[in-house]
């Protein structure tokens, strides 16, 4: 009876693991959809033609050369798991018709851009240069000297009737070329007067790059240590 009885258990364990597996391979399906459709480049899955796993994890590589971050580069051709500082280079077989199972690819597909296309602000500064687009950001006059503040609501620090301080932001966007100040003093939103911040064209075409879905954010680098993953 109590053999009978560990069969038993052990079927259902094993029934268990393998609709996990499943739902994982479902999630991470769907995943890469969402991230090939999203992706302003093409993507081809290959397998490392050196593998002697009977499922070898599946890679993804495109054809131009791409960046992730500030300056991590990704050249053509070549897993995007490998980077340019990889001296033992992966060799990949032809295209197959199924998702990358590589979470470093995976991630880096997410979020990497074309390496001649300019960056995507953060979710900050697309905040920032929003406020900006729409006129509430000023230089104005303060005790401590001229401030940059975002006329469109208050803050709790000194002088904060005058709007919320982004003295440090607007420098930083200012380094970049996005945004630049007025010559001529005009009336802000709370009825001083200062010389308003604008978007440049680079600022603009900034703004009107697609944000980097929360989703993609969310999608780990790596998969977590208490799993094993068995690709199908």
Same mark, same amino acid.
């Given at each position: 009876?109590?053999?009978?009885?560990?069969?038993?258990?052990?079927?259902?364990?094993?029934?268990?693991?393998?609709?996990?597996?499943?739902?994982?391979?479902?999630?991470?399906?769907?995943?890469?959809?969402?991230?090939?459709?999203?992706?302003?480049?093409?993507?081809?899955?290959?397998?490392?033609?050196?593998?002697? %796993?009977?499922?070898?994890?599946?890679?993804?590589?495109?054809?131009?050369?791409? %960046?992730?971050?500030?300056?991590?580069?990704?050249?053509?051709?070549?897993?995007?798991?490998?980077?340019?500082? =990889?001296?033992?280079?992966?060799?990949?077989?032809? &295209?197959?018709?199924?998702?990358?199972?590589? =979470?470093?690819?995976? =991630?880096?597909?997410?979020?990497?851009?074309?390496?001649?296309?300019?960056?995507?602000?953060?979710?900050?500064?697309?905040?920032? %240069?929003?406020?900006?687009?729409?006129?509430?950001?000023?230089?104005?006059?303060?005790?401590?000297? &001229?401030?940059?503040?975002?006329?469109?609501?208050?803050?709790?620090? &000194?002088?904060?009737?005058?709007?919320?301080?982004?003295?440090?932001?607007?420098?930083?966007?200012?380094?970049?070329?996005?945004?630049?100040?007025?010559?001529?003093?005009?009336?802000?939103?709370?009825?001083?007067?200062?010389?308003?911040?604008?978007?440049?064209?680079?600022?603009?075409?900034?703004?009107?790059?697609?944000?980097?879905?929360?989703?993609?954010?969310?999608? &780990?680098?790596?998969?977590?240590? =208490?799993?094993?993953?068995?690709?199908?």
């Amino acid at each position: 009876m109590l053999q009978i009885d560990q069969r038993e258990a052990l079927a259902r364990y094993e029934q268990e693991l393998a609709g996990e597996r499943r739902r994982r391979q479902e999630r991470e399906r769907e995943l890469w959809e969402r991230i090939i459709a999203a992706a302003p480049f093409a993507l081809t899955v290959r397998t490392d033609a050196r593998s002697v %796993l009977d499922v070898p994890l599946r890679h993804a590589a495109a054809a131009i050369d791409l %960046l992730t971050g500030d300056r991590r580069q990704h050249p053509a051709g070549r897993a995007l798991c490998e980077g340019i500082t =990889h001296t033992h280079l992966m060799p990949l077989s032809e &295209p197959v018709d199924a998702y990358a199972t590589c =979470h470093r690819c995976v =991630h880096a597909a997410a979020v990497a851009r074309p390496a001649d296309g300019p960056e995507p602000p953060t979710r900050r500064e697309r905040r920032e %240069l929003e406020r900006v687009e729409a006129g509430a950001v000023f230089t104005v006059e303060h005790t401590e000297g &001229p401030e940059i503040r975002d006329t469109s609501e208050q803050s709790r620090s &000194p002088g904060g009737d005058q709007g919320r301080m982004v003295t440090a932001v607007m420098k930083r966007l200012h380094a970049r070329g996005w945004v630049e100040r007025d010559a001529e003093a005009t009336d802000s939103l709370r009825g001083g007067c200062g010389w308003r911040w604008n978007l440049t064209s680079l600022g603009a075409a900034a703004l009107a790059l697609p944000a980097v879905p929360r989703w993609v954010e969310a999608t &780990p680098s790596t998969p977590p240590q =208490h799993e094993v993953l068995i690709p199908r």
